[in-house]
């Protein structure tokens, strides 16, 4: 969906707005980086074990990466329980249809699921249409591929309450969830926010990070955009990551780069 100048002040008091702006820096996920770093998460401690000790994705990492605020109210149930949290204890598809003036037509539907390209028209609707493919497909994705979840209706409801949320918590509750699925053996396809993953992984191991990426940006996640990994054979670039994590130092770290970021750097902001 587009992002109408319309809807920023909806966005704005949800405290999105900078997740919102990042659509336009989205960068490819390198997936073999990506899968030999998720070979060595541990669902038992939340972290990823390293030949130096361990080391994992926090919340400092989530706000800085993705703008996304720290403090508020939890975002809890919707990721499992959702029909409770419905206004009243209407039935999902009623409130949807209070919320967005129509329902979608059938072939539109999957269970609770809307189709993306469904979601448009009038500025409130298309706030909470946007909204909830924002939070669908960059924070909170996972295997419905391009589909919009119902659970989202108790939080669109209302936009002014949007901003209360702690939505950094719970983006990387999220993060932590797919990564200890995948972790079972008989899991294959990681879901989740795998664009904070990577950048992660970038801003902290200086030795994985592309180059030509210089200019500092916020969100911090901005940087990597337009960035292409390489398009070789996976099997071989898996591989060949194994072997650099299990060369790596505790030097190989950067445990203080924001610090050092934010005391030295002037910002081009992304949401200029």
């Known amino acids: 969906m587009i992002l109408h100048d319309r809807i920023l002040p909806y966005l704005d008091r949800a405290n999105l707005l900078h997740v919102a702006r990042l659509n336009d820096y989205w960068f490819k996920l390198d997936e073999p980086m990506i899968s030999a770093f998720v070979e060595r ?5 939340h972290t990823f074990h390293m030949p130096f000790g361990e080391c994992t994705v926090t919340l400092q990492d989530v706000a800085y990466q993705f703008g996304l605020p720290i403090d508020g ?3 809890s149930g919707c990721l499992s329980d959702f029909e409770q949290l419905m206004e009243g204890g209407k039935p999902a598809w009623v409130w949807f249809g209070e919320l967005f003036g129509e329902l979608p037509p059938e072939d539109c539907i999957d269970d609770f699921t809307v189709s993306f390209s469904w979601f448009q028209e009038t500025v409130q609707i298309y706030a909470r249409g946007y909204i909830m493919m924002l939070l669908s497909t960059a924070l909170f994705t996972d295997k419905s591929g391009a589909r919009v979840h119902l659970r989202w209706l108790p939080y669109v409801a209302d936009l002014d309450g949007l901003g209360k949320y702690s939505w950094a918590s719970a983006t990387l509750s999220w ?3 797919c990564l200890c699925r995948v972790a079972n053996r008989n ?7 795998l664009s904070l993953l990577q950048s992660w992984i970038f801003w ?9 990426f210089d200019a500092i940006l916020w969100p911090l996640a901005a940087r990597w955009g337009r960035f ?3 398009s070789d054979e996976k099997g071989p670039r898996v591989i ?4 650099r994590l299990d060369r790596l130092t505790g030097d190989d770290v950067s445990l203080n780069v924001y610090n050092a970021i934010f005391c030295t750097s002037v910002f081009i902001y992304s949401v200029g």
């Open 73 to 75: 109210h939890a975002v």
């Open 240 to 243: 060949a990551t194994r072997h």
């Open 204 to 212: 902290r191991f200086p030795a994985f990070r592309p180059r030509g």
């Open 228 to 230: 292409l990994p390489s």
């Open 187 to 193: 899991v294959k396809n990681l879901t989740g926010p």
């Open 41 to 45: 998460w541990r669902p038992e401690t």
């Open 175 to 177: 993060l932590y969830r």
